[in-house]
């Protein structure tokens, strides 16, 4: 099991070098190097009066909340697939009441205009 | 062909920019969303004077190696004026594969090769200093903060959406700010009172069926973009246009299935009309003229007309997204709204 | 049940090399065929067969432009971290009876994880140029890419449930006699979706976007912008696999050899993809997010249902 995870981190340890080698040789050693003029980012030929980089409104912000939510319900959700069929009925009903108090939630926030921000 | 598609941005003026969404229709040439993946900068149309810095400073974002193709030098060259299209396409192709295969002759910067906005660290005042805290940390300012929605504070990023867009009409200069993706507000650099929309006017049906090609362009259909440049070329008179309009309905009853009347729906509503109903229209329009008597006139229909401040106000408070498919749902005539900034 | 022996570390890396450098030729080749049978053009298949490898070659003798203050630590690292996430979902995918590169008995978390942490280095290639357009594209392709990540791990559940198991082999093997894709018939589109949305293709391409000049690759060229292609069709070369072994039957099939049915499984459903990714027209992020928490979320609880009461 363990050899598996090994096996895991090796693959993506590969993946992760050759994309950076790839881009190194192309970010430090280019052999053209970037005019100031040319750093300028794309926004149809005037400059940007500021960095793009601000306190950004993220409008979605209470989906995430709510997305959070679900996830953690998705852990307790993952073991009981494993046992789902040594259960029977009984698993399937308790999933459903979970899952109906969450739904609940989902109503009440599309209610809220939580996934809508226009 | 044993080659790639050359990647081109088009910088054209308000005046030649539907001509040049035509190279959409060759296999040599793809048309490009950003100079940063084009090989090639496609100038075309007349460029005006307070529009050359901004050329320049386009220009010189493309990734060397970059070669400059400008249609009006080739349009005088040619003949006819249906072969243009056809001699730029191969101009293109020509001047890349030189390009390409010689990276020393590509064009050189343009503008000054020194920083506008240096990294300044402490000032004489002791201002600045590490870090993001006063002065001009990096280079630029950073967004100031403005009032939101809800008694938030956030900051607003204020940006001036140049001529020479992919996305949006050649010539057309928009200031913007934004707050997170929403527009907070929006203004077309150009007199507020002149009316900006060619909906309501009799148009060549090629220029209709190019104004389709971009729309479908921006809209992510750009194969579908490419059947419509097509027939934009064909109805101008090259190629075969016997069969133009039962071409048009099959390619009209593909975007049925594309899922844009989905997409289109209830954005950018005004007076009850969404962008929906404004292609809608459009290609209505198009269909009439290609069904009728006369294939290069398209009648009157789509869209009343609406002035660029009405149009500001239209897409103020919509995000981003669905700003930029309101203006494109609208045919605009870019012209209108620059010579009516000279005249008040 | 199948003996599977554990590959070592090199030969998993040699394997997994193996599948994703031939998927994603594979992948974009199907993209250009694609594109070309759209737009009315010639397939002219001797071109589109050369196609990825004349334009690797055109991209990496092309500049990376940098703009003015990037983040470089990140630039590097989101076609890296997006291009390692993809490998790492490959690992757990069993490409035939006998071959699992890591046979983990927690296949379902790690592609999961592996699908949530892609959000992580998408948003990354957004944030790193500090550039408008890119910055926009990002944040809005977080609220998507929130949104189709449920649906991703309520349909795997779904899954797994008759198989009993978290294992991605095992959900292969419970497949036996009849495939998912009929046995849970919302599970497979659901699917595609989400394949859709991590890739950023068709209906969901708010990233890479036309409509903000480019998206997040508005400030790519070069070998900047080849990375980052390579790590999205990585991407899909993963989902499609996952698919493939956990709706239509894995390696099951009559007559041809295993790994070959799976080969053959995983290119259908990368075929459907590229086709989607140009037949389709995108809608805004709005709009997605509406329907993914109004629809088809409860679409994905009665997925749910459908696969509890079948296992029963």
């Not at chain 2, 201002?127 to 990096?138: K, R």
């Not at chain 3, 696999?241 to 080969?263: I, N, S, T, Y």
Request: charged share 15%; glycine share 8%.
């Amino acid at each position: 099991m363990m050899s598996a995870f090994a096996a895991v981190l090796a693959v993506i340890a590969v993946a992760l070098t050759v994309q950076v080698t790839a881009l190194a040789r192309s970010e430090w050693a280019d052999p053209f190097v970037s005019a100031a003029p040319q750093r300028v980012p794309v926004l149809g030929g005037h400059e940007p009066a500021t960095h793009a980089w601000s306190r950004f409104h993220v409008r979605y912000y209470p989906m995430t909340l709510v997305f959070v939510a679900f996830e953690m319900e998705m852990m307790f959700m993952y073991p009981w697939a494993v046992v789902f069929v040594e259960e029977g009925a009984k698993a399937l009903v308790e999933m459903g009441m979970f899952l109906t108090i969450l739904g609940v939630g989902i109503v009440y926030a599309y209610k809220e205009r939580v996934f809508s921000w226009q | 062909m044993a080659v790639t598609p050359i990647e081109v941005f088009v910088a054209a003026g308000a005046d030649r920019w539907h001509e040049a969404q035509a190279l959409r229709a060759h296999e040599l040439v793809r048309l490009v969303p950003t100079p940063r993946h084009a090989t090639v900068l496609l100038v075309a149309g007349t460029i005006l004077e307070s529009e050359r810095a901004a050329l320049d400073r386009v220009h010189d974002q493309l990734p060397h190696p970059r070669e400059v193709v400008t249609w009006d030098e080739i349009a005088a060259a040619v003949d006819m004026a249906d072969d243009v299209v056809d001699a730029v396409a191969f101009e293109i192709v020509g001047r890349a594969d030189a390009v390409v295969a010689d990276p020393t002759t590509s064009s050189p910067t343009r503008l000054p090769d020194e920083e506008t906005h240096e990294w300044r660290d402490v000032g004489p005042f002791g201002q600045g200093g590490e870090g993001m805290m006063g002065g001009t940390p990096y280079g630029r300012a950073m967004a100031m903060t403005a009032d939101d929605r809800d008694g938030l504070r956030l900051d607003r990023l204020q940006l001036r959406l140049g001529p020479f867009l992919g996305q949006l009409p050649g010539g057309l200069v928009a200031d913007v700010a934004l707050q997170g993706e929403v527009i907070q507000s929006i203004e077309f650099a150009c007199a507020g009172s002149a009316p900006v929309v060619t909906g309501d006017r009799s148009v060549p049906v090629a220029r209709r069926l190019l104004w389709l090609s971009h729309a479908l362009h921006v809209q992510g259909l750009d194969a579908f973009a490419v059947r419509a440049a097509r027939l934009a070329r064909r109805s101008s008179g090259v190629g075969d246009d016997s069969r133009l309009a039962s071409d048009f309905s099959s390619l009209r009853r593909r975007l049925r299935w594309t899922g844009l009347r989905s997409a289109l729906r209830d954005v950018g509503d005004r007076d009850g009309v969404d962008t929906w109903a404004r292609w809608s229209a459009h290609l209505d329009a198009i269909s009439a003229s290609l069904d009728g008597a006369d294939p290069r006139l398209s009648p009157a229909g789509g869209s009343m007309p609406i002035t660029a401040a009405e149009l500001a106000e239209t897409i103020t408070g919509l995000t981003l997204t669905d700003a930029v498919s309101t203006i494109i749902g609208f045919d605009i005539d870019v012209p209108a709204m620059t010579t009516a900034a000279v005249e008040p | 049940m199948n003996e599977v022996e554990q590959l070592s570390a090199p030969l998993a890396i040699v394997v997994v090399s193996v599948v994703l450098v031939v998927g994603v030729y594979v992948s974009s080749v199907v993209g250009v065929v694609a594109f070309r049978s759209a737009a009315g053009q010639p397939l002219r298949p001797a071109s589109a067969a050369l196609f990825p490898a004349r334009e690797a070659r055109r991209l990496s003798r092309q500049q990376s432009v940098r703009t003015e203050r990037p983040d470089m630590i990140l630039r590097v690292l989101a076609p890296a971290g997006f291009l390692g996430l993809a490998a790492a979902a490959v690992t757990v995918i069993p490409l035939s009876p006998g071959i699992v590169v890591a046979d983990v008995g927690t296949g379902i978390v790690l592609f999961g994880a592996a699908e949530a942490l892609a959000i992580v280095a998408i948003f990354f290639h957004g944030w790193s140029p500090n550039s408008p357009f890119a910055l926009v594209a990002g944040y809005r392709f977080v609220a998507v890419a929130l949104s189709y990540e449920l649906l991703s791990m309520f349909v795997l559940i779904g899954a797994a449930i008759p198989a009993e198991s978290l294992s991605i082999g095992a959900i292969v093997e419970s497949q036996a006699d009849l495939w998912n894709v009929i046995r849970q018939p919302l599970g497979f589109p659901l699917f595609v979706i989400v394949s859709l949305g991590v890739t950023f293709s068709g209906p969901l391409d708010l990233l890479d976007s036309n409509d903000l000049a480019g998206g997040g690759s508005v400030e790519d060229s070069g070998i900047q912008r080849l990375a980052w292609q390579i790590a999205r069709h990585a991407m899909r070369i993963a989902f499609a696999a996952c698919a493939a072994a956990v709706f239509l039957g894995g390696w099951h099939g009559p007559l041809l050899p295993g790994g070959l049915w799976m080969a053959l499984k995983t290119f259908a459903v990368i075929a459907l993809l590229g086709f989607l990714d140009v037949f389709v027209a995108r809608i805004s992020a709005e709009r997605f997010v509406r329907l993914a928490w109004g629809v088809l979320l409860p679409l994905a609880f009665l997925d749910l249902l459908i696969a509890g009461v079948g296992a029963l």
